[in-house]
């Protein structure tokens, strides 16, 4: 069972990193679908792409923790990594999930943006889907 939830987070936290991974090198075509906007006022800018790297790496490296949680390969973690990165991973997108209250999540206020819909319709249920997973996976280990 770890198996099998641990290729399917691995290949959700994979196919991010390489979304992202897409928007460092080529730009994000439109930032609005993907950043909270505000009514009324002037739309996201583009994210860096030194910033937008940064969070592939970040999610490339989620993903190589559950291909290693998968045991598709073998590598040295300290126990402390080992023992608690699934738990963040999972206690971080369940924050997500749940949102601010204002701009992103279930509990969101603004609702009429474009991010807006598609945050409730795709974003949050995927961060609620990868948490749950997340925690399966700590729980079973």
């Given amino acids: 069972m770890i198996f099998v939830l641990s290729i ?5 936290f994979l196919s ?30 583009q994210p860096s792409p030194f910033l937008t790297g940064l969070v592939a790496i970040a999610l490339l490296a989620i993903a190589l923790f559950y291909f ?3 045991q598709i390969f073998e590598m040295e973690l300290s126990p402390i990594i080992s023992k608690y990165l699934g738990w963040l991973v999972s206690i971080i997108f369940l924050i997500r999930a749940i949102g601010d209250f204002k701009y992103v999540g279930f509990f969101s206020k603004i609702r009429s943006t474009e991010f807006s819909k598609l945050d409730r319709k795709y974003y949050s249920p995927l961060c609620l889907l990868i948490a749950i997973l997340g925690i399966l996976i700590q729980t079973l280990a």
């Fill in 68 to 70: 290693w949680k998968a």
């Fill in 16 to 45: 991010i990193s390489l979304l992202h991974f897409n928007w460092a090198f080529r730009g994000i075509d439109n930032v609005a679908k993907v950043f909270p906007v505000i009514p009324g006022k002037k739309g996201p800018s």
């Fill in 8 to 12: 399917v987070l691995a290949i959700v």
